[in-house]
């Protein structure tokens, strides 16, 4: 069973930065296809960036193309989601997920079948 587990939440001003990790566990994680959700109170679970399994491919939403990267270390089993120029609209919980398929990231969240259990990000203005 692959377990996930996120890191790097915390409370941040406007135009601050975070990074948050994701160790993968239980699995072959080189083989995975990794993305990072966000739900924020009383809202969906929303796709925020992807990353194939070979690293080569990536993708974000519109709202955090050129502020956050998503990476991985397959040696490590870690992905990453950097996040600069943060904005108090990012507040949510992060969530990492894991696609045991080996293809390009997918902006579903039923396209993923294990998750983490989420850290929170706060942005205050």
């Known amino acids: 069973q692959v377990q996930l587990v996120e890191s790097g939440g915390g409370l941040v001003q406007a135009g601050g930065s975070l990074r948050l990790s994701c160790a993968a566990s239980g699995g072959t994680f080189r083989r995975y296809t990794m993305a990072w959700f966000r739900q924020a109170p009383g809202k969906e679970r929303d796709f925020v960036a992807g990353i194939s399994w070979y690293g080569g491919s990536t993708d974000y939403v519109d709202s955090v193309k050129d502020r956050f990267t998503i990476s991985r270390d397959n040696a490590k089993n870690t992905v990453y989601l950097q996040m600069n120029s943060l904005k108090p609209e990012d507040t949510a919980v992060y969530l990492c997920?894991?696609?045991?398929?080996?293809?390009?990231?997918?902006?579903?969240?039923?396209?993923?079948?294990?998750w983490g259990q989420g850290t929170q990000v706060t942005v205050s203005s």
């Open positions: 997920a894991a696609d045991p398929a080996p293809r390009p990231s997918g902006r579903g969240w039923y396209e993923y079948d294990y």
